[in-house]
């Protein structure tokens, strides 16, 4: 598509096309008139040989069929909630190649990493970041630090 035309303008084109093949004009002059190629000429006579009228309706073109039914969604949203380490995944994180691993596994499909974050969105998951964390921390010196070590800094900015 023309970036200059909205997907109504083109309705009104495609109209006027059909229009002008039915006067007798041949499909480069309808081009040139339309200011469009003579595929696009061709594509859309075609499409209203096969439709009619109703070929020429501006619409959104369809994307794919989801690989997942919502079903299987709702299954999928189950075996998340039971944990990484229950399939199997050192820890208890979800990442997105995990996750596609795992719809791999259940359902027989994959997806491109970056649409495995759509699917979690579209279910109810969010991204989470895990807060970093000192392996050796001891949280009993943690707490010790924050009440001993703490006011005494504060104090002393003073």
């Keep these: 598509m023309n970036a200059k035309y909205k997907p ?13 093949k039915e006067s007798g004009w041949k499909q480069k002059d309808i081009a040139s008139a339309l200011g469009m190629t003579e595929g696009w000429v061709s594509q859309t006579l075609k499409k209203y040989l096969e439709l009619g009228p109703n070929g020429l309706l501006a619409r959104k073109p369809p994307g794919s069929q989801p690989k997942l039914t919502p079903e299987q969604l709702l299954k999928l949203v189950e075996e998340l909630n039971l944990g990484a380490a229950h399939h199997g995944f050192p820890g208890h994180i979800w990442t997105r190649s995990r996750v596609n691993e795992l719809i791999g596994r259940f359902f027989g ?34 707490q010790q630090w924050r009440e001993e070590t703490v006011p005494e800094l504060k104090k002393s900015r003073g």
């Design 8 to 20: 109504s303008d083109y309705e009104i084109l495609r109209r006027r096309c059909v229009e002008l």
């Design 109 to 142: 499909v994959t997806y491109d990493p970056t649409q495995v974050g759509r699917i979690l969105k579209k279910v109810g998951w969010s991204l989470q970041k895990p807060t970093k964390k000192a392996r050796q921390q001891s949280e009993q010196k943690v």
